[in-house]
Every structure is written in structure tokens, then in C-alpha cells.
């Protein structure tokens, strides 16, 4: 028995580091199978809020309805990353005229907020929580944007699943009690919000009934009055008075003034594959330039988690974010030249900066030429008519800022702590002006075609995990959940476009999920690299892929209490 256990434990010691689990199928990061379905399909990061999308495309709605319904009931399930008081961003592929489409549903920072209150109150920058932060919430706006163009059922049919789960309750899950524990004791302080979101005083527990009638409440005004209702009615009213008992500067004056715009999506082709990102304010564009420095390099033939595969990612990463530190921002107050950030030539001339051999300490942005011619959920829909929505909302920093006006059962975002307080920086604080985004949704077509529809949620993790979900299922030959399921790579460090902006100067922390070998590690630390353990930064993933033979492929985050499933 004990010569067996020796050669089972030089068996172990001898196999692939990288098999983290054993799938008889062969997928050695796949928790569990892809879905697969014939007519439609969602996934969310709420497995109830999966079934609401898909009981709202059985009963006639399209894929966009089915998105509004289950955002809405994120909203309340899922507090701890989004709701009414935060932004949200859509790509919509339209079966009718085999094209995409963009929403930029951002709002803007108060118009009677100047830098001079800042700087009379000797602030260097903005505070993460309070009324500070707060900008317009543009979510709504996004719902009605997006129903007007491509719903089908009636927006009160398409809030009233939320509507009945916040009268009625349903039970927390278990990823977002840990997250909502963590918040109730920064944000108690507020008005509003222990009285709104705690159970005497403290969060619900995993498999505890939540319900929040204010909310029931607020989405009803929603459903019989329309948009209108919330950025003109008494809903804008009771935020403004709200405001102004507590020391705030959004108005109802901000929120009827308040519209989100179409945007065209922005793409580069990665290996024939063509991935598509949203134009900033948001950071999409950041993965295009990652996916563009990569390509020339045959990761394919170095293999997932090698030294080489980790070590290019990086300094990739690096560089694209030198240039989101110093291009992406409010387009109307500082345009970029997108075109070129995004170009295979800047690319090119881009590239030259990496060292197979060592880590880059210091990167300076680009200085492109203008070619003639920005905590989050996370969903996709895809309908059995072939509309499918990539769609991500977010109060920004987990339960938004705590300011929870009474009765409203929401709490307003604190997107406005991403504003450098100089009026010399790119993202520098001004009346009415968008704050840089984090949260961006993707899509990815092949010849013309629609293939996938995802998005990886998590701060500067979101272009970072983009990429990374490409490169497993182009370069690797990954399915669409092991995809997920890889450990990821995060790099942190980079010069940031918003906050204090400091620059890099030390290269930065590079932070392994478990599941790669220790000669990776060690390989990386010989070329520079500061190599550290982080255990929860790597975002969330929902991803929806056509499937060639017919119908979906579905697959969700086994990091949150998601479910992607189809009919």
C-alpha cells in the first residue's frame, strides 16, 4: 500500500499543473457544462433573475425586454451591484437590419457642483461615499432608450416581475450577503439607508427574505408614468428636496435636464474574429488595443498560464492603460483619437515598447494622431428571433454612494469619485460633465455574423477579462464556461485616468489566480514582475455564443451566484 500511495503521489506531482479540475469531457477549468438551447437563452449574475428573462421572451418579449425585466429585478436582488440609482451601457445586435447597436446611459455630474466647492472644502479628491460622488442616474433613461427602439411587450409588463418579488421577497443568495455585509458598515452613516437596506441594522443573511416595497413602489410610478416619472416627477422631487437637507447638489433641475445617447460601436479584428467595445467615456476600447498588441505574438503555440502568455498580457495591458489614463474621458469635454488607439499600425509602433525579457517599470501614454475621417452586474439576452443584448449597470463602488432618499428603496451611484480634481486633466471635474467609465459590455461577430455576446464585470478588471475570455476561446481553444472558469490574470498599478492619478513607476502588481504552475511564478518574477496572490478581484462573466447548428450556448460566472439557462 505504501509503494501504491508513492507512485499515486509522484503520479499528482508529475501531472499538468494546470488540470484544477477533473472533467471526464477533458475541460480541466469547466466547474460545469455550457448550456444549450434552441430558442433563446440568458445569463445573469441572479439565477432568479435568469428565470425572469426568459419567462418574459416565453410569453412574447424580445431579448430587449427580457434584459429590462431582468436588470430591473437586479436591482433588487442584487443591490449590492446595481439598480436605478446607477448608469448603464447596452450593445443590441438587430436581426432586422444585421447590425449593432449602442447605449451610453451615463449620467452627469450636478450642474451647481463646481471644483471651486471642492477646493473650499480642501478636497484633493472626491470622497467615495456621501453626496459628493453623486451624478445623474442614467439607467432608466437606458430602459426606455433601448424598449422604444427594440421592445415588444409593454414596459409595465416588463418591470412587474421585480415589482412582485419586491412586495413579496425572495430569498438572499449567498455571494451577495457576503457583499452587502461588507457595505452596511461604511454606509450606515447615510440617510436612508439602514432604514432601507438593513435588517435592524444589519444585512441579510444567505437564504433570508428580502423585500423592498419602497422599490415595489418606485418601479409602479416607473411602469404607469413612464420615464417622465422618474426624472420629472415626484420621484426627481423627492431626490432634490433629499439633496438639499443633506448637504447635496444634484437637482431635480439635473435629472429632467438628463438624456443618454446612441453610440456606433467601435471594433478591431482579432484573428478573424471581429470584437466590438463602446467608445469612451467608458474603457472598452482598452481591450481593442490589448487584442491588437497580442496578435502578432503565437500564444496559441506558448499555451495557456505559460510564462510567455502571462508576461505578454501584462505589459499589453500596461501599455493600453497608459493611454486610457490620458485619452478616455467625456468625449464632448476631451475627444480621443479612437481610430488610431485602435489601429493596427499604432499597434504596431506600440508594440516596439515590449520586452520579452523583462517587465516594463514606467509606461508613458501614446501621442496619436487623429485619423482623417468608462461594482457592476452584468447580462445577455438572446431571443428566439436572433436579437441578443450584451448589457452591464452599475451603482460604481458596491452599494453606490449610501445616499438612499426616503422611500425610493434605491441608492444613488457615486460615479463622480472617478473626477480628477484638477481642471487640467482630461477627466478633471466640471458642472455636467461625464465622469470616465469602467463598465462595458462586448460583443464579437464572425464574417458579419453575430457569435458572442459578454462582458466581465469588475472595474479595471472589465478590459482585462475581455481579453482574456478571447484569448481562451481563440488563441486556447477553450468552450464558452471553461472560458470563464480559467484562472484569470489581473494587473494592477497602471497610472489611472480618474482619482489621484498617479503614475506607475515600479511596474505594478500582477495578481495570480489560483491554477498557475509555481514555474510560471517564478519565470515572471526573473523578468520583474511583482508577482502577489489576490483572492476576489476578478471579475464577473456572462457570456451567450450562437451556436453554428442552431440555437445558444450559454455560460455564467462560477465566482457569483449567477445561472445562464435557455428554453
Not at 455564443?545 to 440555437?551: E, L, Q, R, T
Amino acid at each position: 500500500m505504501k509503494a501504491r500511495a508513492l507512485v499515486l503521489w509522484a503520479a499528482l506531482l508529475s501531472a499538468p499543473a494546470l488540470h484544477a479540475a477533473d472533467r471526464i469531457t477533458g475541460q480541466p477549468f469547466a466547474t460545469r457544462s455550457e448550456v444549450h438551447a434552441p430558442h433563446a437563452m440568458a445569463a445573469t449574475s441572479h439565477p432568479l433573475a435568469t428565470q425572469v428573462a426568459l419567462d418574459v421572451m416565453k410569453a412574447g418579449g424580445s431579448a430587449v425586454d427580457a434584459a429590462i425585466a431582468a436588470n430591473a429585478a437586479l436591482g433588487l436582488m442584487e443591490p449590492t451591484g446595481n439598480g436605478i440609482g446607477g448608469d448603464l451601457f447596452a450593445i443590441v445586435w438587430d436581426p432586422a437590419t444585421n447590425k449593432l447597436h449602442g447605449y451610453n446611459g451615463s449620467g452627469r455630474s450636478p450642474k451647481s457642483l463646481t471644483l471651486a466647492e471642492f477646493e473650499r472644502r480642501g478636497l484633493t479628491d472626491i470622497p467615495p461615499h456621501g453626496p459628493l460622488p453623486v451624478t445623474v442616474p442614467g439607467a432608466v433613461d437606458g430602459w426606455f432608450a433601448l424598449h422604444a427602439r427594440f421592445g415588444k411587450r409593454t414596459m409595465a409588463q416588463n418591470l412587474q416581475p421585480a415589482i412582485r418579488y419586491a412586495r413579496e421577497g425572495h430569498p438572499v443568495h449567498e455571494v451577495i450577503a457576503y457583499y452587502w455585509d461588507r457595505s452596511v458598515p461604511r454606509l450606515s452613516k447615510w440617510p436612508g439607508f439602514s432604514e432601507q437596506f438593513t435588517i435592524d441594522g444589519r444585512a441579510p443573511r444567505t437564504g433570508e427574505t428580502w423585500k423592498n416595497p419602497n422599490l415595489a413602489n418606485t418601479l409602479q410610478q416607473i411602469a404607469d408614468g413612464g420615464r417622465d416619472a422618474f426624472y420629472k416627477g415626484d420621484i426627481a422631487r423627492t431626490i432634490d428636496a433629499y439633496f438639499k437637507a443633506n448637504d447635496g447638489f444634484l437637482s431635480y433641475d439635473d435629472l429632467a435636464a438628463h438624456a443618454g445617447e446612441w453610440v456606433d460601436p467601435v471594433s478591431t479584428n482579432y484573428r478573424g474574429v471581429e470584437v466590438w467595445e463602446l467608445p469612451p467615456s467608458g474603457q472598452g476600447i482598452a481591450a481593442l488595443q490589448i487584442l491588437n498588441l497580442l496578435e502578432p505574438h503565437d500564444l496559441k503555440s506558448y499555451g495557456f498560464g505559460s510564462p510567455e502568455h502571462v508576461h505578454l498580457f501584462v505589459e499589453a495591458k500596461k501599455l493600453a492603460f497608459a493611454d486610457r489614463a490620458r485619452w478616455y474621458a467625456d468625449p464632448a469635454f476631451h475627444p480621443a483619437p479612437v481610430a488610431r488607439l485602435i489601429s493596427k499600425d499604432y499597434a504596431r509602433e506600440r508594440g516596439k515598447l515590449i520586452s520579452m525579457e523583462r517587465a516594463l517599470r514606467e509606461v508613458q501614454p501614446g501621442t496619436p494622431k487623429q485619423l482623417d475621417e468608462g461594482d457592476t452586474i452584468y447580462l445577455t439576452v438572446a431571443d428566439r428571433e436572433g436579437m441578443m443584448v450584451s448589457l452591464i449597470q452599475s451603482n460604481y463602488r458596491g452599494m453606490g454612494s449610501g445616499m438612499a432618499p426616503p422611500g425610493l428603496g434605491f441608492i444613488l451611484q457615486d460615479r463622480g469619485e472617478q473626477f480628477v480634481l484638477r481642471a487640467d486633466h482630461p477627466n478633471g471635474y466640471a458642472p455636467g460633465k461625464r465622469p470616465f467609465h469602467t463598465i462595458i459590455p462586448a460583443f464579437a461577430t464572425k464574417d458579419g455574423k453575430p457569435w458572442l455576446s459578454f462582458g466581465v464585470m469588475g472595474g479595471a478588471m472589465q478590459p482585462q477579462g475581455h481579453v482574456q475570455i478571447l484569448l481562451n476561446l481563440i488563441d486556447f481553444g477553450m468552450n464558452l464556461q471553461e472560458a470563464g472558469d480559467a484562472p484569470r490574470i489581473q494587473h494592477d498599478g497602471s497610472t489611472e485616468p480618474a482619482g489621484q492619478a498617479v503614475a506607475m513607476h515600479d511596474g505594478g502588481e500582477v495578481d495570480l489566480e489560483t491554477g498557475f504552475p509555481y514555474e510560471t511564478v517564478r519565470a515572471l518574477m526573473r523578468k520583474g514582475h511583482s508577482v502577489r496572490f489576490a483572492d476576489g478581484p476578478y471579475g464577473g462573466y456572462q457570456a451567450i455564443m450562437v451556436n453554428p447548428h442552431g440555437g445558444y450556448v450559454g455560460a455564467s460566472e462560477s465566482r457569483k451566484d449567477g445561472q445562464a439557462a435557455g428554453y
